[in-house]
């Protein structure tokens, strides 16, 4: 598995999510009290950036039609969105965030 330098820890605050793109995927890296995670930043209802929305209790807010979905599986909790977010494996390397956008979900 192949990890890519995502951003610095230190650059994150918690709940704020920072949008990057990582080998050409769109990824929303959040740090939140239980750890640093990495989720795919388009919604999988409809194209819309999920770092512009709001985190809290580890999950993360559409801000378009309000589905949040889980910063740990990449599920949502209700509708309209049925389908997962595809999350991904973080690494922390002192104040590196290595984020691996290979592996299949
Ligand atoms: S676009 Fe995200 S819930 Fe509709």
């Not at 990890?3 to 793109?21: F, G, H, I, M, T």
């Not at 990824?27 to 239980?34: I, P």
């Amino acid at each position: 598995m192949s990890y890519v330098r995502a951003c610095a820890l230190s650059a994150l605050q918690e709940d704020v999510p920072k949008k990057v793109e990582l080998n050409g995927v769109p990824v929303a890296v959040v740090r939140t009290d239980e750890g640093v995670f990495a989720i795919n930043d388009t919604c999988s209802h409809a194209n819309v950036s999920l770092s512009e929305g709001e985190v809290e209790d580890c999950m993360i807010e559409c801000w378009l039609h309000g589905s949040s979905f889980d910063l740990r599986t990449g599920k949502p909790s209700g509708l309209p969105a049925t389908r997962p977010v595809a999350v991904y494996p973080v690494k922390i390397e002192g104040d590196d965030v290595l984020v691996s956008v290979n592996q299949e979900n």
